[in-house]
């Protein structure tokens, strides 16, 4: 692990220099893109993901590539643009984190960013249950899905937005064999809780 960092930049380093010397046919950079997957390096993954899609005959799954490194860079409206098209192809082999991916971008979209800490987010209730359509459709191609999900839902709690942290953490434990699972279970009872805490029982939301 201390020589992670030094190795994935070693070998990017080694597959560049490969494709100098040999070509930058499309089996070559499709390659280098699974590389950049791999190194986490998001920026050069969207670069490279933006100019082979110019290219005629590319492997459709270039567009997985770019809506994932859209979102690790902040560029949900093009993470949801591109994940959106390739998810409703039906000629695209499909997988969880595709839809994790698109569901996490709607999330970003949905969720306004407070101009001090003391101010609730706003939330956009329609696309935040498009969102929580796309994850639990994560889930229920992919279980271990739901692992990502417990950093999501403890946001929306720590910012007292307890109706949809037990949205996210509802489709996290439907997953009973998450390393998160009873953890998640905790902070769903206890966002049902402080949700309801202070209505009269005819107006509680009943989340689960």
């Known amino acids: 692990k201390t020589k992670y960092k030094e190795y994935m930049s070693k070998s990017l380093e080694y597959y560049e220099k490969y494709m100098s010397l040999t070509d930058y046919s499309l089996a070559s950079r499709f390659r280098h893109a699974e590389f950049l997957i791999i190194a986490k390096d998001y920026v050069a993954l969207e670069k490279?993901?933006?100019?082979?899609?110019?290219?005629?005959?590319?492997?459709?799954?270039?567009?997985?590539?770019?809506?994932?490194?859209?979102?690790?860079?902040?560029?949900?409206?093009?993470?949801?643009?591109?994940?959106?098209?390739?998810?409703?192809?039906p000629a695209n082999k499909v997988i969880g984190r595709d839809y994790l991916y698109l569901g996490l971008a709607q999330l970003k979209n949905a969720t306004t960013t407070p101009t001090t800490p003391d101010v609730k987010p706003v939330i956009n209730d329609v696309l935040f249950q498009t969102a929580l359509t796309n994850l639990r459709k994560a889930v229920d191609l992919d279980k271990p899905m739901a692992n990502d999900l417990n950093d999501i839902g403890k946001k929306y709690f720590d910012q007292k937005l307890y109706k949809y942290a037990a949205a996210i953490y509802e489709v996290a434990v439907s997953n009973p064999n998450s390393k998160n699972y009873l953890y998640d279970n905790f902070y769903l009872g206890y966002a049902i809780?402080?949700?309801?805490?202070?209505?009269?029982?005819a107006k509680m939301d009943i989340v689960a």
């Open 193 to 201: 809780y402080f949700e309801n805490s202070d209505k009269e029982p």
């Open 48 to 89: 490279e993901a933006n100019e082979m899609k110019k290219l005629d005959k590319v492997n459709p799954r270039i567009l997985r590539y770019l809506g994932y490194a859209s979102y690790e860079n902040g560029n949900t409206d093009n993470a949801i643009k591109v994940l959106s098209d390739y998810t409703t192809n």
